[in-house]
T-cell receptor, first 108, second 117 residues
Framework: GQQLNQSPQSMFIQEGEDVSMNCTSS?????WLWYKQEPGEGPVLLIA?????ELTSNGRLTAQFGITRKDSFLNISASIPSDVGIYFC????????FGQGTRLTINP | GAVVSQHPSWVICKSGTSVKIECRSL??????MFWYRQFPKQSLMLMAT?????????EQGVEKDKFLINHASLTLSTLTVTSAHPEDSSFYIC?????????????FGSGTRLTVV
């Protein structure tokens, strides 16, 4: 089945730093989704990407759909404490498959 | 926006008993709902796809007789963990996709923390 490899698995950064994480797939995706999960909660959609090369922003978050359609990147600029959480990439088409997640920890 | 309500948010049960978890789409009709399980510090693993009016489709390795799924209406799917054991303790999360099948229509519930003692 489809596999998503997400890296890094964890990040420890200082407040104000930029963050970058990526996700690669063993197969071509037509859509990439990026979610954030906070402790004890379900994932919340951050950004959805629909075509190769697409670059989409949501506030301080920017995500890109790789040209090969097998990868995607998520960047967070000027991190703040509320960015703490686990970030997951995910792909359809018919059912979501999740990456392993990137756990973000921010030191104030 | 689309809202998915999951209940209960946490439950503690004794080994051997059954537990039912509900997943409701509050403001849209969901022809398809998904059930995930998440162990501590791990990713979400899809357990099954619940289709309104038909049998659920289970992922490989998921026991259909242990995890009973019913999707009796366009707004409700239930997951029943039968004869629960401590190893079934986990965070269970449902997701619903609206009837139009838009990918960004995947909305998640807030999860159910199951502890089997």
């Amino acid at each position: 089945g489809q596999q998503l490899n997400q890296s890094p698995q964890s990040m420890f950064i200082q407040e104000g730093e930029d963050v970058s994480m990526n996700c690669t797939s063993s197969s071509i995706f037509n859509t990439w989704l990026w979610y954030k999960q906070e402790p004890g909660e379900g994932p919340v959609l951050l950004i959805a990407l629909y075509k190769a090369g697409e670059l989409t922003s949501n506030g301080r978050l920017t995500a890109q759909f790789g040209i090969t359609r097998k990868d995607s990147f998520l960047n967070i600029s000027a991190s703040i404490p509320s960015d703490v959480g686990i970030y997951f990439c995910a792909g359809p088409p018919q059912k979501l498959v999740f990456g392993q997640g990137t756990r973000l920890t921010i030191n104030p | 926006g689309a809202v998915v309500s999951q209940h209960p948010s946490w439950v503690i049960c004794k080994s051997g008993t059954s537990v039912k978890i509900e997943c409701r789409s509050l403001d849209f009709q969901a022809t398809t709902m998904f059930w995930y399980r998440q162990f501590p510090k791990q990713s979400l693993m899809l357990m099954a796809t619940s289709n309104e009016g038909s049998k659920a489709t289970y992922e490989q390795g998921v026991e259909k007789d242990k995890f009973l799924i019913n999707h009796a209406s366009l707004t409700l799917s239930t997951l029943t963990v039968t004869s629960a054991h401590p190893e079934d303790s986990s965070f269970y999360i449902c997701s619903a996709r609206d009837g139009q099948g838009r990918y960004y229509g995947y909305t998640f519930g807030s999860g159910t923390r199951l502890t089997v003692v």
